[in-house]
């Protein structure tokens, strides 16, 4: 019974039954880590070429592919990870807690700490080609954090699952332009829980010592529910220069249902219930693929590409604005032998480099790339590595 009612529940909200609520909130938009991506300086809305165009530009939908996707196991690690995984591993093996305090790295180390460990898949089942873009994908993340000087850290348990459909056709223009005109249109729904664990420092090290389920069932979990509308328009010169446009959720509600444990939802008992929407995202990018002439036999897919993304969030989510710095994305690319790729990129004011290697059956990709927490570049610095295998053909 508690079950049907909180599937009719979620119906009625995809059904625009939410309207405007009394209550409201800005939730964060999903993300879901690329390798590939995050080494060009993040995502391209004028680069079309394989799945990841589902997230970046629904008009790519027509150029890119066709490619299809049926798995994939990525991790992302941010921030000072083997640190913290060391310590875990001492207060396990039965190290005091207070002990470890007083030693000074320790110390620095929890004073402004972000850590994460995002897993992306398995479920990452896709395709594009031929104008039809689809996909469902899971990812998963673990991340610990601590602000300022309160001996407080924060942990979070999370599960995203995302359904992308959509699709987008091309605009007939005279030949003699040498030019191609696509307009794409795409619909995401998604799923996100969450269960957060807020604890003083000498007790969140004292309850890993003695680590069991029920400490994480008797936290607050909070599950969203939501779609996105996103539309997209890319145009494309002799195959040299391109140009896109993408309006990321133009209309984007979500409902928040927050459970005061996580055992409360499994009972089906009833959630508060909040509702808001995504921030509008509008993002614009340049393409440039030049001919290499006799290095062709050497070196294909050369790319150069600039984006700045997100180039209203002065106006549709001003408490969350971020320097321009953090706005533009500079990625380059280019595939030797048609197997190993080298790419480099600046993106969130950070510069990173990774590379990929294509084997058919599964690609191998690996990344380092930095990102900003803040609002402002330099502030709160975030060190990534990625790596993983997506078994695409």
Known sequence: MHTRRRICTILLFTALAIGAGAQ????????YPSARMNALGGDHVALADDVTTL?????GFQAAGPQFTFSELTANLTGPIFSIADLVIKIVNG???????????????????????????????GY?????????????????????????????VGEDLQFIGG???????PASMKSTLDLGLSVRTFAQGNVTLSESIISFFSLLSGFSPSILTSQPFDLDVGFGVDTG????????????????NLYAPVMRNAYATLTDFTN?????????????????????????????????????????????DFLTHATTATNPILHIG???????????????????????????????????????????????????PAYNLLAGLEFRY
Not at 233 to 248: A, P, Q
């Open 55 to 59: 997230f970046s530009n629904p008009a």
């Open 330 to 380: 500079l990625g380059i690319e280019a595939v030797l032998l048609k197997v190993l790729s080298l790419r480099a990129g600046f993106g969130d004011g950070y510069f990173s480099a990774g590379l990929g290697i294509d084997l058919t059956a599964f690609k191998f990709n690996v990344t380092m790339y930095g990102s900003e927490l803040s609002t402002e570049p330099g502030l709160r």
């Open 167 to 173: 699709y987008a056709f091309r605009i007939p223009l």
């Open 24 to 31: 409201s909130l800005t939730f964060e938009p999903l993300s």
């Open 128 to 156: 594009v080609g031929n104008g039809l873009g689809f996909g469902f994908f899971n990812s998963s993340g673990l991340t610990f954090s601590t602000v300022g000087t309160v001996p407080t850290i924060t942990a979070g």
């Open 268 to 312: 089906g008992a009833a959630p508060a219930v909040t509702y808001g929407s995504l921030p509008i995202d509008l993002s614009a990018g340049l393409l440039f693929s030049p001919r290499l002439g006799f290095l062709e036999a050497y070196m294909t897919g050369l790319k150069v590409m600039l984006d700045y993304a997100d180039i209203l």
């Open 233 to 248: 328009i890319r145009y494309s010169w002799n195959d040299i220069i391109t140009v896109g446009i993408v309006g990321r």
């Open 95 to 125: 190290t005091n807690p207070l002990t470890l305090l007083t030693d000074t790295k320790v110390q620095s180390l929890l004073t402004s700490l972000y850590t994460a460990v995002t897993l992306n898949g398995p479920l990452a089942f």
